[in-house]
């Protein structure tokens, strides 16, 4: 583990990169969000243009692809929530090679988030700090665009429900607000994932309570068998905090639910506390609150990921997201017990480029430990 593996890109893929390379200077001296919105509009173009686009990066191999609550992932990395908010690039991150992606998070208002500045970068510990605040059009508006979505084939979509951002809306109120989002967007997810662990509310991260959680999945799950529906549902964690793993804050969230039929766990979710960044007081100062993403989760991310491997002895399959940033990363999630990956912040440091690479270095990765696929790979560090 962690040796470089030789990873020779394709001709396609050099020129690829170093267009980012050379574009990503000029990018960074733009504000976090709107060189984001630039990568959007490039996105949109590229959604235009998919047979290039699928051409130059997806990867197609079988020893990448697996069987997971049912569905069929032909990768095992994907677009964490919080980059496709409004599902609008469904098409795109199929053809970049992801095999899934969860949209969102979706609440059942539309919100503009909070005010701008809310996204920053931490170049040298390629990390990023944000505290957008739910902006997202909202569950009916996003239902609707779901409905009329040609969903990739073979491609997974996660739709991923948060609690609309609004502190006022607390208790079976906020229940009643996550249902709605379940009722509308149900249909049209192939999983449902919770985001009850976002660090961006004003109210805090109360569904992360156990009693909270436990009514809140009683709600989802009813919501399920009124539409007689068969999604899996996921849980999204908070990472393990500066002191460490609360290993019986979490078995008690496992516990409650495994009870209500959870499917499986996504660990992790952006961190309030700023450990594992290298960035001067002064400049965390300045940036303020809001959630930290990027390479100083990784190590967190991988602990608490581990630990649910073992606590549900690896019968519920976990998503490994937090600084995956290449195929060592993404490979050591793998065998931590993580059966699927996402990322978000690689794709800002590291450009569209990175799920090809992930996607051609865990196959040499599996080639070098003589496993067969994914599958063999799951949890052998756990
Ligand atoms: C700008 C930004 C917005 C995000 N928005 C959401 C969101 O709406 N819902 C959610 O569950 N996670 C959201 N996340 C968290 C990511 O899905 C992911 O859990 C986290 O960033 C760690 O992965 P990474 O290190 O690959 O970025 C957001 C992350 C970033 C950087």
């Not at 569904?207 to 549902?233: G, H, K, M, N």
């Given at each position: ?105 979706v609440t059942a ?29 909202g569950a009916e508006a996003i239902a609707a665009?779901l409905a ?11 739709v991923?429900v ?17 249902r709605q989002s379940v009722r509308r967007l149900l249909p049209h997810a ?33 919501e399920?068998?009124?539409q ?155």
């Amino acid at each position: 583990m962690g040796d470089n593996v030789a990873c020779p890109p394709s001709a396609p893929l050099r020129l690829l990169s170093s267009v980012y390379r050379y574009l990503r200077p000029l990018l960074f001296r733009l504000d976090a969000e709107r060189a984001h919105g630039m990568g959007a509009a490039a996105a949109h173009v590229g959604q235009r243009a998919r047979p290039l686009v699928r051409a130059l990066y997806r990867v197609e191999d079988e020893r990448l692809a697996q069987t997971v609550w049912g569905l069929r992932f032909a990768s095992p990395v994907g677009l964490a929530a919080g980059f496709d908010k409004n599902a609008a690039l469904v098409p795109f991150w199929a053809a970049l090679g992801f095999g899934f992606a969860e949209v969102g998070s979706v609440t059942a208002r539309p919100s503009a988030g909070n005010p701008r500045p809310r996204a920053f970068r931490l170049e040298r510990d390629r990390a990023l700090v944000n505290r957008m605040g739910l902006n997202n059009d909202g569950a009916e508006a996003i239902a609707a665009r779901l409905a009329g979505l040609r969903k990739p084939e073979g491609f997974v979509l996660g739709v991923n429900v948060a609690k609309t951002h609004d502190p006022l809306i607390l208790g079976d109120e906020a229940i009643e607000d996550f249902r709605q989002s379940v009722r509308r967007l149900l249909p049209h997810a192939d999983f449902l994932a919770l985001n009850v662990s976002c660090p961006n509310t004003a109210e805090g991260k109360t569904f992360e309570e156990p009693a909270a959680l436990d009514a809140l999945l009683a709600a989802v799950f009813a919501e399920r068998t009124v539409q007689l529906s068969e999604v899996p549902v996921l849980v999204k964690l908070s990472p393990p905090g500066p002191d460490g793993l609360d290993t019986g804050a979490v078995d008690e969230l496992v516990a409650i639910s495994r009870r209500h039929g959870v499917a499986g766990f996504i660990a992790v979710n952006t961190a309030s506390d700023r450990s594992g960044c290298t960035a001067d007081v002064a400049t965390l100062d300045r940036i303020g609150a809001g959630g930290l993403s990027g390479r100083p989760l990784a190590d967190r991310a991988t602990t608490l990921l581990r630990h649910l491997y073992r606590t549900t002895d690896g019968v519920l399959p976990l998503v490994g997201v937090g600084g995956v940033d290449s195929a060592e990363a993404a490979y050591a999630r793998l065998r931590a017990g993580a059966s699927l990956v996402e990322l978000y912040t690689a794709l800002v440091y590291e450009g569209p480029g990175v799920v090809k690479r992930i996607n051609r270095g865990l196959l040499r990765l599996f080639e070098r430990d003589r496993l067969g696929s994914v599958a063999e790979a799951v949890g052998l560090d756990a």
